[in-house]
């Protein structure tokens, strides 16, 4: 069962920060009350047809003036954030951040609770047009595809999972007249904005690939000894 899992891993958190008995029951009931809640919520959760949430109330209503920015960033996604982040270090640029979406909170940082955050409303609820070769097994031949609606985008659906595009990928984009594109160029940028830790120090890792020190903190989810 998820839920057992995760409140035991909380149980081990807060025993290694050495909380109190009384407070770490306090703490785990917070949470079962917590996980219950958003997940009995998602049974409940109707897909989005159309975007009228986001439509001006009242029309005549003079737009509000929030001044004058050097740089503006649509969208606080997993790319949105970092790159809103790196051009807030110009002390003297003005950084605006547009995001439709809510911020996390204490249930969408479970990464084992992924499946019950994309029945929310930090989904965007969208699918695919019907495919003639996948997506067979559903309705219409058609797939859902979950993009996240929250600052942290995706990645407050996908339990945290970070992984690279295949090198093969970028050099065929490349090869089609995409000249910047090939892993080889692209590589530098993945390097810049990686913070990886090896926290498990009997898995090879190629340090040509790996970098530390910047945003994006990687690494292993788990791993069972021997």
Same mark, same amino acid.
């Given at each position: 069962?998820?839920?057992?899992?995760?409140?035991?891993?909380?149980?081990?958190?807060?025993?290694?920060?050495?909380?109190? #008995?009384?407070?770490?029951?306090?703490?785990?009931? $917070?949470?079962?009350?917590?996980?219950?809640?958003?997940?009995?919520?998602?049974?409940?959760?109707?897909?989005?047809?159309?975007?009228?949430?986001?439509?001006?109330?009242?029309?005549?209503?003079?737009?509000?003036? @929030?001044?004058?920015?050097?740089?503006?960033?649509?969208? $606080?996604? +997993?790319? !949105?954030?970092?790159?809103? +982040?790196?051009? +807030?270090?110009?002390?003297?640029?003005?950084?605006?951040?547009?995001?439709?979406?809510?911020?996390?909170?204490? @249930?969408?940082?479970?990464?084992?609770?992924?499946?019950?955050?994309?029945?929310?409303?930090?989904?965007?609820?969208?699918? $695919?047009?019907?495919?003639?070769?996948?997506?067979?097994?559903?309705?219409?031949?058609?797939?859902?595809?979950?993009?996240?609606?929250?600052?942290? !985008?995706? +990645?407050?659906?996908?339990?945290?999972?970070?992984?690279?595009?295949?090198?093969?990928?970028?050099?065929?984009?490349?090869?089609?007249?995409?000249?910047?594109?090939?892993?080889?160029?692209?590589?530098?940028? @993945?390097?810049? $904005?990686?913070?990886?830790?090896?926290?498990?120090?009997?898995?090879?890792?190629?340090?040509?690939?790996? #970098?530390?020190?910047?945003? @994006?903190?990687?690494?292993?989810?788990?791993?069972?000894?021997?």
């Amino acid at each position: 069962m998820i839920v057992p899992v995760a409140v035991a891993t909380l149980a081990l958190w807060c025993m290694c920060l050495g909380a109190r #008995s009384d407070n770490l029951e306090k703490t785990i009931k $917070s949470y079962e009350k917590l996980i219950s809640e958003h997940r009995e919520a998602a049974k409940h959760w109707k897909v989005p047809t159309d975007n009228q949430e986001f439509k001006p109330s009242d029309a005549s209503q003079e737009p509000t003036d @929030f001044g004058t920015f050097d740089m503006i960033v649509v969208g $606080s996604g +997993s790319a !949105g954030s970092v790159l809103a +982040s790196r051009l +807030s270090e110009v002390e003297d640029w003005r950084i605006l951040v547009i995001e439709a979406g809510n911020f996390p909170n204490e @249930f969408t940082a479970i990464t084992r609770m992924g499946y019950d955050v994309i029945l929310s409303d930090y989904n965007w609820g969208y699918y $695919s047009v019907p495919q003639n070769t996948s997506c067979q097994g559903f309705k219409g031949s058609v797939c859902p595809h979950p993009r996240g609606k929250g600052v942290g !985008g995706t +990645s407050l659906l996908n339990a945290l999972i970070y992984v690279r595009g295949n090198r093969h990928d970028y050099k065929r984009w490349c090869e089609m007249g995409n000249p910047g594109w090939c892993y080889e160029d692209v590589l530098p940028y @993945f390097l810049n $904005s990686e913070d990886y830790y090896h926290n498990y120090p009997e898995a090879p890792v190629d340090p040509e690939y790996h #970098s530390s020190g910047e945003q @994006f903190k990687i690494q292993r989810g788990y791993h069972e000894k021997d």
